[in-house]
């Protein structure tokens, strides 16, 4: 009843430690912490995480963990899954290009819920963290799901959370593979949740994934049982997901490969728009200043040439073109590089529902195409290269090629970018004070011995 694969991952989960880590990842993890939170900050009143804290400020138990903002205690599964939809809901946290697309930050609140939970050390939380990216992304880099079937992204997660969550809690292998067998077996999420005019629960899929996860490694911990080929079995993960077998990619450190960690390829994000709009936002912005556009009415036509990750997700869907929900336009090529050319910018009050409506975004997303460009596909997935060229009506015109935004992992920003992204999206939410001392605290987290602590600096000024 072997499960080559299952049997791999556990074994590549026991085998990781803390002291094996380089110090330039243990920075990394360190960097997309303060990232996530951030973002995870600024989503505080946003809807869907209204009425996840709201359930989850119901719920006790002996091991808990705090909700980010607050000084609220939660099940450690619930805390996960609002904290999670706090990263998640503006779509501005990390990602990782492989031949799916994924956000592997998706771990950090899981991980940190449970570490906290727990009382386990910074190191152990930084490890489970290394862990659960490097297998989220390694699946990422092995098969692309839409080959497969109808699967949203959360299907990674559904393997990371629990082998991250199981080596925080020092599960043995019999109880990772167990952890593993029952997150997979429950947990398996549909692409519907991005498609078509997008619901909240956009921002919620991977989360609950992460909570199943969670759930998972505590059931296996209490000796709670699985399928045992859930993988390799004749109903299990690769005949439903992949409809074939497949083999796991490489992982940094098995069996002494000296190859990075994929946590080092992770990517964050310059603006809160899709990871695969990101250059083509960027383009405009340029184009904007070359064409000097001041009035959006003088634009002729604006044409999009992308990839066929960005144009499926992005540019198919003709909801793409009549955005009502902020989900739907954050995921829309046509807006948010209509955004780009009227406002000079794309922050996040550009998907506030009055917006959503203007006329003039209305007009110039009816004058924008978006294609896929055979320059910008034989450049995916390690570049997003998107084309934006923009005709105005006197004729001039402009084509800005872009292959690498500011935050990609090839031109990343710097730790003080970093800390400015985080300062600007917790302005007026937090004192600056607070900002400084959760720096402080992240900064010397492989100290760090009460996982709490991470918490102390981020209470919500109301």
Same mark, same amino acid.
């Given at each position: 009843?072997? %499960?080559?694969?299952?049997?791999?991952?556990?074994?590549?989960?026991?085998?990781?430690?803390?002291?094996?880590?380089?110090?330039? @990842?243990?920075?990394?993890? &360190?960097?997309?912490?303060? %990232?996530?939170f951030?973002?995870?900050?600024?989503?505080?009143?946003?809807?869907?995480? &209204?009425?996840?804290?709201?359930?989850?400020?119901?719920?006790?138990?002996?091991?808990t963990?705090t909700?980010?903002?607050?000084?609220?205690q939660?099940?450690?599964?619930?805390?996960?899954? @609002?904290?999670?939809?706090?990263?998640?809901?503006?779509?501005?946290?990390?990602?990782?290009?492989?031949k799916?697309?994924?956000?592997?930050?998706?771990?950090?609140?899981?991980?940190?819920?449970?570490?906290?939970?727990?009382?386990?050390?910074?190191?152990?939380?930084?490890?489970?963290?290394?862990?659960?990216?490097?297998?989220?992304?390694? $699946?990422?880099?092995?098969?692309?799901?839409?080959?497969?079937?109808? $699967?949203?992204?959360?299907?990674?997660?559904?393997?990371?959370?629990?082998?991250?969550?199981?080596?925080?809690?020092?599960?043995?292998?019999?109880?990772?593979?167990?952890?593993?067998?029952?997150?997979?077996?429950?947990?398996?999420?549909?692409?519907?949740?991005?498609?078509?005019?997008?619901?909240h $629960?956009?921002?919620?899929?991977?989360?609950?994934?992460?909570?199943?996860?969670? @759930?998972?490694?505590?059931?296996?911990?209490?000796?709670?049982?699985?399928?045992?080929?859930?993988?390799?079995?004749?109903?299990?993960?690769?005949?439903?997901?992949?409809?074939?077998?497949l083999?796991?990619? =490489?992982l940094?450190?098995?069996?002494?490969?000296?190859?990075?960690?994929?946590?080092?390829?992770?990517?964050? &994000?310059r603006?809160?728009?899709?990871?695969?709009?990101?250059?083509?936002?960027?383009?405009?912005?340029?184009?904007?200043?070359?064409?000097?556009?001041?009035?959006?009415s003088?634009?002729?036509?604006?044409?999009? *040439?992308?990839?066929?990750?960005?144009?499926?997700?992005?540019?198919?869907?003709?909801?793409?073109?009549?955005?009502?929900?902020?989900?739907?336009?954050?995921?829309?090529?046509?807006?948010?590089?209509?955004?780009?050319? &009227?406002?000079?910018?794309?922050?996040? *009050?550009?998907?506030?529902?009055?917006?959503?409506?203007?006329?003039?975004?209305?007009?110039?997303?009816?004058?924008?195409?978006?294609?896929?460009?055979?320059?910008?596909?034989?450049? $995916?997935?390690?570049?997003?290269?998107?084309?934006?060229?923009?005709?105005?009506?006197d004729?001039?015109?402009?084509?800005?090629?872009?292959?690498?935004?500011?935050?990609?992992?090839?031109?990343?920003?710097?730790?003080?970018?970093? =800390?400015?992204?985080?300062?600007?999206?917790?302005?007026?939410?937090?004192?600056?004070?607070?900002?400084?001392?959760?720096?402080?605290?992240?900064?010397?987290?492989?100290?760090?011995?009460?996982?709490?602590?991470?918490?102390?600096?981020?209470?919500?000024?109301?």
């Amino acid at each position: 009843m072997q %499960d080559r694969t299952l049997d791999r991952m556990v074994n590549y989960a026991a085998s990781i430690e803390y002291d094996d880590l380089p110090s330039e @990842v243990v920075h990394q993890v &360190k960097k997309l912490i303060i %990232d996530s939170f951030g973002c995870g900050i600024r989503a505080y009143n946003s809807v869907p995480v &209204k009425a996840a804290r709201e359930l989850a400020s119901t719920y006790l138990c002996s091991k808990t963990a705090t909700l980010l903002g607050t000084e609220i205690q939660s099940t450690p599964d619930l805390a996960a899954f @609002v904290n999670g939809i706090m990263v998640r809901y503006l779509d501005f946290n990390d990602n990782y290009a492989g031949k799916s697309n994924a956000h592997p930050s998706d771990n950090i609140a899981p991980m940190i819920a449970v570490a906290e939970a727990t009382g386990a050390t910074g190191k152990d939380l930084i490890t489970g963290i290394v862990l659960a990216y490097e297998i989220q992304s390694a $699946w990422a880099d092995t098969f692309r799901l839409k080959d497969g079937g109808p $699967w949203d992204q959360a299907v990674y997660p559904t393997i990371s959370t629990p082998l991250g969550a199981g080596k925080i809690l020092g599960l043995n292998k019999k109880k990772l593979a167990e952890a593993l067998r029952l997150s997979i077996v429950q947990g398996l999420p549909l692409l519907e949740a991005r498609r078509g005019q997008i619901s909240h $629960w956009k921002a919620c899929a991977v989360p609950n994934a992460g909570r199943n996860g969670i @759930v998972s490694a505590f059931l296996a911990e209490k000796g709670l049982t699985g399928p045992p080929k859930i993988f390799e079995g004749e109903a299990g993960f690769f005949k439903a997901v992949a409809n074939r077998c497949l083999h796991l990619e =490489k992982l940094a450190m098995e069996n002494g490969l000296n190859v990075p960690f994929r946590i080092m390829k992770s990517s964050i &994000k310059r603006f809160p728009a899709g990871f695969f709009s990101q250059t083509a936002i960027e383009g405009a912005l340029v184009t904007r200043e070359i064409l000097r556009i001041s009035d959006t009415s003088d634009i002729k036509s604006v044409n999009i *040439g992308t990839f066929d990750h960005g144009f499926s997700v992005m540019g198919r869907d003709l909801s793409r073109w009549r955005p009502t929900t902020r989900e739907t336009a954050d995921h829309s090529l046509p807006y948010v590089v209509s955004c780009a050319l &009227k406002f000079g910018s794309v922050q996040i *009050g550009h998907f506030d529902s009055e917006v959503l409506v203007d006329k003039t975004l209305i007009e110039l997303m009816d004058k924008t195409t978006v294609n896929i460009d055979p320059e910008c596909q034989s450049a $995916w997935p390690d570049s997003t290269l998107n084309k934006v060229t923009v005709t105005m009506k006197d004729g001039r015109s402009h084509t800005e090629v872009i292959s690498h935004y500011l935050g990609h992992f090839i031109h990343p920003m710097s730790d003080g970018e970093i =800390k400015d992204k985080f300062c600007k999206l917790t302005h007026g939410l937090l004192l600056a004070e607070q900002q400084e001392g959760f720096f402080n605290i992240i900064e010397g987290l492989e100290d760090l011995n009460d996982i709490s602590e991470i918490f102390r600096n981020l209470l919500i000024q109301t």
